[in-house]
């Protein structure tokens, strides 16, 4: 079956509304161990991905230096720095600096550790006004949707280690664009 724009949107649509269905359940059947946890939590991780489809080679590499913000014990509120650097094979490589914000929610947590949800939005200002990069519009302006999961992992009273997997979407907001979508596994640190 040939996948049409139609198809490929309503694809979308059926992705956001199932992990938004996951995160609304969870948040009624939460299962929680330990003790509650209040303050700014700080950290940062670093990335890599891979293009979901591309017709050029690409790799991803990101630097996301953020604040956590406990609303409850299962809910954080996330401010986050996105520096991206994609580095795309036979054209201009695209560069992005912005600031992202996600909610997380954490449906499962243990003793020492917990798995988290992940959803955000952001803005970002890019290096692609001339309009050489493929599928990002020619605005230096760039919007972020990312969703994903992972795992918090306690290694110190107040430092936890983070492994996580994103799917990172970035396009012009201001032009009828593709995007770029992206498989990202990051890696880092919150205390």
Request: proline letters at 3%.
């Amino acid at each position: 079956m040939p996948v049409t724009r139609g198809r490929t949107l309503q694809i979308r649509k059926d992705v956001w509304a199932f992990f938004f269905s996951v995160v609304l359940l969870g948040s009624f059947v939460s299962v929680s161990c330990g003790g509650e946890e209040s303050g700014l939590k700080w950290g940062f991780s670093f990335g890599a991905g891979q293009p979901q489809k591309s017709k050029h080679s690409l790799n991803l590499w990101t630097f996301f230096p953020r604040v956590d913000v406990p609303i409850t014990q299962s809910w954080e509120f996330e401010i986050e720095g996105n520096a991206a650097y994609y580095d795309i094979s036979r054209t201009k490589d695209l560069y992005v600096l912005g600031l992202n914000t996600n909610i997380l929610f954490k449906p499962f947590r243990w003793e020492g550790g917990a798995f988290f949800l992940l959803g955000g939005a952001g803005l970002g200002y890019d290096n692609n006004g001339d309009g050489e990069v493929d599928n990002m519009g020619d605005s230096h302006v760039a919007g972020v949707l990312q969703c994903g999961s992972g795992i918090l992992h306690r290694v110190g009273k107040k430092l936890w280690f983070r492994g996580e997997y994103r799917f990172y979407h970035i396009s012009d907001p201001f032009h009828r664009d593709g995007g770029i979508n992206t498989h990202n596994v990051l890696l880092g640190v919150s205390f």
